[in-house]
């Protein structure tokens, strides 16, 4: 069964780091893209970023660039999210979701792009 | 601020049909293949529509998507109360904005 199980709630002061985990369980997390997505308090889904654990290419949305760090330890299957400096701005409920390319059927195998499998969703406070 | 517009709400009783729309660009929906998420309030998204009209397995079909142009929607037929929850489409998008995108979401309600 595909898992991916994110770290426990965080509460942290402004200026502090922080670096949030994402475990993958179930299948070869190497061979898949791993997604972060921020949710600000009522508000909706954005795309922070990406990493390919297999060689460690990652892509930033351009509102993030600068902003964290994506990484990923392969030895342990987890990918991750830090902040060097918090900000009250970036209280926030934080997802990572595993990025699927191509399935396959009794027909053959397609092309695709979607997130299938999402983590539970790490909350960081920042209280300002 | 999103380059996928959404309707910010939509209703229904159960049983009836509602639809959601996601307007878009050449350079998103008009390029790319549309997925949609559903967001039952203090969950995590769920896929529920992948390749503009492909349900994953354990979806149930009164859930349907279609694409057209730079126009996705998404239709739920026989509306049911555990339908209440925010839905948000997403496709990349070549712009500056890219290169993935979600929607701005839809509330739905069921009355």
């Known amino acids: 069964e595909v898992q991916l199980v994110q770290s426990g709630a965080e509460v942290k002061k402004p200026g502090e780091s922080l670096k949030i985990s994402c475990k993958g369980s179930?299948?070869?997390?190497?061979?898949?893209?791993i997604a972060w997505v921020r949710q600000m308090p009522g508000k909706g889904l954005e795309w922070m970023g990406s990493?390919?654990?297999?060689?460690?290419?990652?892509k930033y949305s351009p509102s993030f660039q600068g902003q964290v760090t994506i990484s990923a330890d392969k030895s342990t299957n987890t990918a991750y999210l830090q902040w060097s400096s918090l900000r009250a701005s970036d209280t926030a409920m934080y997802y990572c979701a595993r990025r699927i390319l191509a399935y396959c059927t009794a027909d053959g195998c397609l092309n695709t792009d979607h997130f299938d499998y999402w983590g539970q969703g790490t909350l960081v406070t920042v209280p300002s | 601020q999103s380059v996928l517009t959404q309707p910010p709400s939509a209703s229904g009783t159960p049983g009836q049909r509602v639809t959601i729309s996601c307007s878009g660009s050449s350079s998103n929906i008009g390029s790319y293949t549309v997925n949609w998420y559903q967001q039952v309030p203090g969950t995590a998204p769920k896929l529920l529509i992948y390749d503009n009209d492909q349900r994953p397995s354990g979806v149930p079909d009164r859930f349907s998507g279609s694409k057209s142009g730079t126009s996705a929607s998404l239709a739920i037929s026989g509306l049911q109360s555990e339908d209440e929850a925010d839905y948000y489409c997403t496709t990349w998008d070549d712009s500056l904005n890219g290169p993935y995108v979600f929607g701005t979401g839809t509330k739905v309600t069921v009355l």
């Open positions: 179930g299948y070869m997390f190497t061979s898949y893209w």
């Open positions: 990493i390919y654990p297999g060689d460690s290419d990652i």
